[in-house]
Every structure is written in C-alpha cells, then in structure tokens.
C-alpha cells in the first residue's frame, strides 16, 4: 500500500535554529504533498501544498520565510522551521495523493523549541 | 507494524439512508482514535475517543470505540448531499505518532 514514512518523529532544538522535516514516499511517487500543523482539540491546519518541481502554495496566515518547503524530487519533500521560536513548537504531519486510495499521511513530527 | 484499516474503502448512498464506516487498529501504546471529513483543504476534526463504550454524538453523526476488540464506528444517520467527504480514522499513540486509516469515501447522491 502507499506510505508516507515521515521523519523525525520527535525533536528538541533550541529558540533560533532551524530544523528540517522529511516526508518520504515510500512506494509511489507522490506529484503532491500537504504540509499540516495539528492545534490543540486535534484540529488540523493546512499550512501549504507543494509540487514537485515548483514552489509551495502557502495558505492565508502562513509565513512563506519561516515555514520552507522544498520539493525536489517524486518521493521527497521536505518542512524546514527556520529560526525555530517555542510557538512554533507543535506536531507538524504531512500527507500525500496516491491514486485510488485519497490521502496517506505520514506518522507526524513533534516539534519542541526550548 | 502499527496500522489503522479501514472500511469500506468507498460507499455510495443515497440521501436519507443511514450509514456506518468502520475502523480497526493494531498498534503500541493507543492513546486515543480521531475521526475526521476530508473534503478541502484540511481534515475537520469530528471526535476524539479514548474510552470503549461510551458514545459520542454531533448532530447526525456518533461514534463508538471498542478498546477490546480494536475497532471504532462512525455512524450518520439520514444522509445529506454534504456528507459527501472521506472520512478519515486515525490512532494517536503515546509515542507522538499518528496513524491514519486509508479512509472511506462516501458519496451521497439525491
């Protein structure tokens, strides 16, 4: 079936640096992904949508420069939080189309800024 | 392995009918199950379960958990055009980690 690995699943970083979030394909190749951020009440909210090959569409709210999104390549894309602040401390979660089975999502990636 | 499954993949319905989507999970540490409608953009959240037994109600929609034997029901009752959606099951489990069923795609004709 299509998996979406996702990684890591837990990081602490300190107030001014920057982490990376992977989202991988496993056995598809995913055209497109969606980067979430999960709120208190489990409430998800889309942050942006990326292509492969072109730039993210970022949603209304969203802060293109602090929230990086690249999408490279058929199986990866990557969330890069840049100088990470302890709001920005949340579990993040991406998904991706796969044809005949809607959305797969990967397992998430909690995010601590101390 | 951690999973969440999920049936069936796909209904079509007719409005007024009543219908029941179901979840099963295997996995370590179950926290607690969600259940969302994916239609736009992001998955609404629609129930939070963490205790077997004990239903929860939003208007035409409830949902059940049966910690014993590993599966959860989300039921709506007297269909509506606007329940047309996939309806996603997941599993949060004391490790951080969410794990999302494939979900049901529901469509709900006149």
């Known amino acids: 079936g299509a998996v979406v690995s996702q990684h890591p699943s837990r990081v602490i970083c300190k107030s001014g640096t920057s982490v990376k979030i992977e989202c991988r394909s496993l056995d598809f190749q995913a055209t497109t992904m969606f980067w979430y951020r999960q709120f208190p009440k489990q409430s998800l909210m889309l942050m942006a949508t990326?292509?492969?090959?072109?730039?993210?569409?970022?949603e209304q709210g969203v802060e293109k420069d602090k929230f990086l999104i690249n999408h490279a390549s058929l199986t990866l894309s990557t969330l890069t939080v840049t100088s990470a602040h302890p709001e920005d401390s949340s579990f993040y979660i991406c998904s991706a189309i796969y044809d005949g089975y809607g959305y797969t999502f990967g397992s998430g990636t909690r995010l601590t800024v101390v | 392995e951690d999973k969440v499954v999920q049936s069936p993949l796909s209904l079509v319905v007719h409005e007024g009918d009543t219908v029941t989507l179901n979840c099963s999970y295997e996995?370590?540490?179950?926290?607690?199950l969600l259940w969302y409608k994916q239609e736009k953009k992001a998955p609404t959240f629609l129930f939070m379960l963490t205790s077997s037994g004990i239903e929860k109600k939003s208007g035409r929609l409830s949902s059940i958990l049966d910690k014993k034997e590993l599966f959860s029901i989300l039921n709506i009752t007297a269909t509506q055009t606007g329940d047309s959606a996939v309806y996603l099951c997941?599993?949060?489990?004391?490790?951080?980690?969410?794990?999302f069923g494939p979900g049901t795609s529901l469509s709900v004709i006149p």
């Open positions: 990326s292509n492969e090959g072109s730039k993210a569409t970022y």
């Open positions: 996995v370590t540490n179950f926290r607690s």
């Open positions: 997941a599993v949060d489990t004391s490790y951080d980690k969410v794990i």
